[in-house]
């Protein structure tokens, strides 16, 4: 494809900023393109389940005004708009929007239209951003692949047989697609980043606590959190200083400050990179997991070695509880979720099936029978089973203690002063639709690097590091608690010192084809591959 | 650890009102036997002195303060419901034909 038939698509959001703000394109421009290259390519990527064109054009309308009118009023107008303002983001599809869908990948909410604006709903449309469209996920934000979203399955746009990660493999997709600058994600045990990781973007998961998740479809409450997806690690810090921040309807959300450093990482390559001298960073060897494709391996290696070639220390380090994380995750996340999701008994809202005779537990039965897919119903299961009566002190209480010994692993750690670890998000580059499906255990282990961070309610961000066969390699960086705007500083960082790297700039391979209107949906694909 | 039977499977379907087929029965005695496999694996660990983490951040008894706020439009709300009578959402019968 010609550069000049991609618009304004290959900006990032901090370059659509300067020229919204310069005057050199307009917001209803932006969003048009946008619109344009999401509804091209949707039929082979469902990277989306709802593009509002309509409201889209209409923010942007009002974005345009208000640009306008800042520039009639003078540089220090300018200067205090809003950095997203009329920037497109993508939402993934279990943060409330009033009055639109709000599925979380699920039928049981088919036809379910939020009451109201999430908080970060609320933040983005103060900031003026444009919301483009609600984006596909696994289903209850369960799973690492987006094959469990009951609305088909999401292709990854540098191969489009193979998966864009998940949960949240929309907002991945419809990024690295340069459909949109910016994603919202959820992150429970690596919903954000190894999808990130696998489709060659920037994912953050903050702080458990760092991001106010009212409205926001619950999965496990005490380790979901919201994070951005963006093209670079400046985008995701903008992103995520525009949602951060204490709100008194989340309790949970925590009374810190939100750091403006987050707006103000370098712009230049350069000056980023030189950061690094001097720091210390921690690489904990039991990431190094058995199973670990060597290519993503000698991508991560790589990484290190250009962190210390730019003057940091890179140590090893031992978390030696990593290899018990899987095991605890998935009592406390299932128990979690069980919990969670018996609202959903088709009285008050979503599907719901009244059985002749009145029995309401025959009526119940059949709503949640018919209304949650397969990994939901095992996730429910695993977690009713956990927390029933003989197995609460075997199951949940004794995840909750590993929990403790998992979290002190960390805080050991970062108290010998290391700035940040750096680690693989993901043992694999994406993987073909199917090749996980049949066995749980094999996809859960597919977040074996990234649910640990969860458990200990860290932030953690991952940023491409090369490529293997082809396709994306993630580098995790790890810090401790509230540490975003340096973890993200490192994150620039990295991405300063390899600015000129043969690797950067590769588009995905998929795009040709997903601009063809002939190319198979990602459903088409599944059932191909299935015989 | 002991395993689970079929007829585990299906009282903790119930418990959790869950309807599944057989087919969806037969198959999950499978995969949580082998998920449950996994979890034996933190018997290796002495936890005996540990307590126990239910949150990482440090916040407790988070209060809001006392004040009233406006509650959402009986309309917004009630507009999902599958079944509604004026401004009531109809759930069904708890008490049985007999009670009512």
Same mark, same amino acid.
């Given at each position: 494809?010609?550069?000049?038939?991609? +618009?304004? /698509?290959?900006?990032?959001?901090?370059?659509?900023? @300067?020229?919204?703000?310069?005057?050199?394109?307009?917001?209803?421009?932006?969003?048009?393109?946008?619109?344009?290259?999401?509804?091209?390519?949707?039929?082979?990527?469902?990277?989306?389940?709802?593009?509002?064109?309509?409201?889209?054009?209409?923010?942007?309308?009002?974005?345009?005004?208000?640009?306008?009118?800042?520039?009639?009023?003078?540089?220090?107008?300018?200067?205090?708009?809003?950095?997203?303002?009329?920037?497109?983001?993508?939402?993934?599809?279990? !943060?409330? !929007?009033?009055?639109?869908?709000? /599925?979380?990948?699920?039928?049981?909410?088919?036809?379910?239209?939020?009451? *109201?604006?999430?908080?970060? /709903?609320?933040?983005?449309?103060?900031?003026?951003?444009?919301?483009?469209?609600? /984006?596909?996920?696994?289903?209850?934000?369960?799973?690492?692949?987006?094959?469990?979203?009951? *609305?088909?399955? #999401?292709?990854?746009?540098?191969?489009?047989?193979?998966?864009?990660?998940?949960?949240?493999?929309?907002?991945?997709?419809?990024?690295?697609?340069?459909?949109?600058?910016?994603? %919202?994600?959820?992150?429970?045990?690596?919903?954000?980043?190894?999808?990130?990781?696998?489709?060659? %973007?920037?994912?953050?998961?903050? #702080?458990?606590?760092?991001?106010?998740?009212?409205?926001?479809?619950?999965?496990?409450?005490?380790?979901?959190?919201?994070?951005?997806?963006?093209?670079?690690?400046?985008?995701?810090?903008?992103?995520?200083?525009?949602?951060?921040?204490?709100?008194?309807?989340?309790?949970?959300?925590?009374?810190?400050?939100?750091?403006?450093?987050?707006?103000?990482?370098?712009?230049?390559?350069?000056?980023?990179?030189?950061?690094?001298?001097?720091?210390?960073?921690?690489?904990?060897?039991?990431?190094?997991?058995?199973?670990?494709?060597?290519?993503?391996?000698?991508?991560?290696?790589?990484?290190?070695?250009?962190? @210390?070639?730019? +003057?940091?220390?890179?140590?090893?380090?031992?978390?030696?509880?990593?290899?018990?994380?899987?095991?605890?995750?998935?009592?406390?996340?299932?128990?979690?979720?069980?919990?969670?999701?018996?609202?959903?008994?088709?009285?008050? *809202?979503?599907?719901? !099936?009244?059985? @002749?005779?009145?029995?309401?537990?025959?009526?119940?039965?059949?709503?949640?029978?018919?209304?949650?897919?397969?990994?939901?119903?095992?996730?429910?299961?695993?977690?009713?089973?956990?927390?029933?009566?003989?197995?609460?002190?075997?199951?949940?209480?004794?995840?909750?203690?590993?929990?403790?010994?998992?979290?002190?692993?960390?805080?050991?750690?970062?108290?010998?002063?290391?700035?940040?670890? !750096?680690?693989?998000?993901?043992?694999?580059?994406?993987?073909?639709?199917?090749?996980?499906?049949?066995?749980?255990?094999?996809?859960?282990?597919?977040?074996?690097?990234?649910?640990?961070?969860?458990?200990?309610?860290?932030?953690?961000?991952? %940023?491409?590091?090369?490529?293997?066969?082809?396709?994306?390699?993630?580098?995790?960086?790890?810090?401790?608690?509230?540490?975003?705007?340096?973890?993200?500083?490192?994150?620039?960082?990295?991405?300063?010192? #390899?600015?000129?790297?043969?690797?950067?700039?590769?588009?995905?391979?998929?795009?040709?084809?997903?601009?063809?209107?002939?190319?198979?949906?990602?459903?088409?694909?599944?059932?191909?591959?299935?015989? | 650890?002991?395993?689970?039977?079929?007829?585990?499977?299906?009282?903790?379907?119930?418990?959790?009102?869950?309807?599944?087929?057989?087919?969806?029965?037969?198959?999950?005695?499978?995969?949580?036997?082998? $998920?449950? =496999?996994?979890?034996?694996?933190?018997?290796?660990? =002495?936890?005996?002195? $540990?307590? &126990?983490?239910?949150?990482? $951040?440090?916040?407790?008894? $988070?209060?809001? =303060?006392?004040?009233?706020?406006?509650?959402?439009?009986?309309?917004?709300?009630?507009?999902?419901?599958?079944?509604?009578?004026? =401004?009531?959402?109809?759930? &069904?019968?708890?008490?049985?034909?007999?009670?009512?």
């Amino acid at each position: 494809m010609s550069a000049a038939s991609t +618009g304004t /698509t290959r900006l990032f959001g901090h370059e659509m900023a @300067e020229r919204l703000r310069s005057g050199e394109v307009s917001c209803r421009g932006l969003v048009t393109d946008a619109l344009e290259f999401a509804e091209r390519q949707n039929h082979a990527l469902n990277a989306w389940l709802v593009i509002d064109r309509e409201r889209a054009l209409a923010d942007a309308d009002v974005a345009d005004r208000r640009l306008a009118e800042a520039r009639r009023a003078g540089a220090w107008a300018i200067e205090s708009l809003h950095p997203l303002l009329g920037l497109p983001v993508g939402l993934k599809d279990l !943060v409330s !929007v009033r009055g639109g869908q709000c /599925t979380a990948g699920s039928r049981i909410l088919e036809g379910y239209r939020a009451p *109201y604006d999430a908080h970060i /709903t609320e933040r983005l449309r103060g900031a003026g951003a444009v919301i483009l469209g609600k /984006t596909n996920m696994d289903e209850f934000a369960m799973g690492s692949s987006t094959e469990h979203s009951a *609305y088909g399955p #999401t292709s990854n746009p540098w191969d489009l047989d193979r998966v864009p990660g998940g949960s949240s493999g929309g907002s991945a997709a419809a990024v690295a697609a340069y459909h949109v600058p910016f994603g %919202i994600g959820t992150d429970t045990g690596g919903s954000i980043r190894q999808p990130g990781a696998l489709t060659g %973007i920037v994912g953050l998961k903050p #702080t458990y606590g760092r991001v106010s998740r009212y409205g926001i479809v619950a999965f496990a409450s005490s380790l979901d959190q919201i994070g951005p997806l963006a093209r670079d690690v400046r985008d995701a810090a903008a992103l995520l200083h525009a949602v951060a921040g204490r709100d008194e309807r989340d309790s949970t959300s925590a009374p810190i400050p939100v750091p403006d450093d987050l707006i103000r990482l370098p712009a230049s390559d350069d000056e980023a990179g030189t950061w690094l001298e001097g720091k210390r960073f921690g690489l904990p060897k039991e990431y190094f997991v058995a199973g670990m494709e060597p290519g993503v391996e000698a991508a991560v290696r790589a990484a290190v070695g250009a962190i @210390e070639a730019a +003057g940091a220390t890179v140590d090893e380090v031992s978390l030696p509880h990593t290899d018990y994380g899987l095991a605890t995750y998935y009592i406390v996340a299932p128990a979690e979720a069980s919990a969670n999701l018996a609202r959903y008994d088709g009285v008050r *809202y979503g599907h719901s !099936v009244r059985l @002749e005779g009145g029995d309401f537990i025959a009526d119940y039965l059949a709503t949640r029978g018919g209304g949650f897919g397969a990994e939901v119903k095992r996730r429910i299961m695993l977690g009713t089973y956990a927390l029933s009566a003989g197995y609460y002190d075997a199951f949940y209480l004794k995840a909750q203690k590993v929990r403790t010994l998992i979290k002190r692993d960390f805080d050991l750690v970062f108290e010998r002063g290391f700035d940040a670890l !750096v680690a693989p998000t993901s043992p694999s580059v994406a993987f073909r639709f199917g090749a996980r499906m049949a066995d749980p255990v094999a996809m859960y282990l597919s977040d074996a690097c990234t649910l640990p961070v969860n458990i200990a309610g860290l932030p953690g961000v991952s %940023i491409p590091c090369g490529l293997s066969e082809g396709l994306p390699v993630g580098l995790q960086l790890i810090g401790p608690a509230w540490s975003e705007a340096p973890l993200l500083r490192a994150a620039r960082a990295y991405e300063g010192i #390899t600015a000129d790297a043969p690797w950067r700039g590769v588009e995905p391979a998929g795009l040709a084809a997903a601009d063809i209107p002939a190319t198979p949906t990602p459903a088409e694909r599944v059932a191909a591959g299935a015989h | 650890m002991a395993g689970l039977t079929r007829a585990d499977v299906e009282h903790v379907a119930y418990l959790a009102r869950l309807g599944l087929t057989e087919a969806e029965l037969d198959r999950l005695e499978g995969q949580l036997n082998h $998920i449950l =496999d996994q979890y034996a694996k933190l018997a290796e660990l =002495d936890t005996s002195a $540990i307590p &126990p983490t239910a949150q990482t $951040i440090e916040l407790e008894n $988070i209060l809001r =303060d006392d004040v009233v706020t406006p509650s959402l439009a009986v309309a917004d709300v009630l507009g999902n419901a599958p079944a509604r009578s004026g =401004d009531f959402v109809v759930v &069904p019968p708890i008490l049985g034909g007999d009670a009512s």
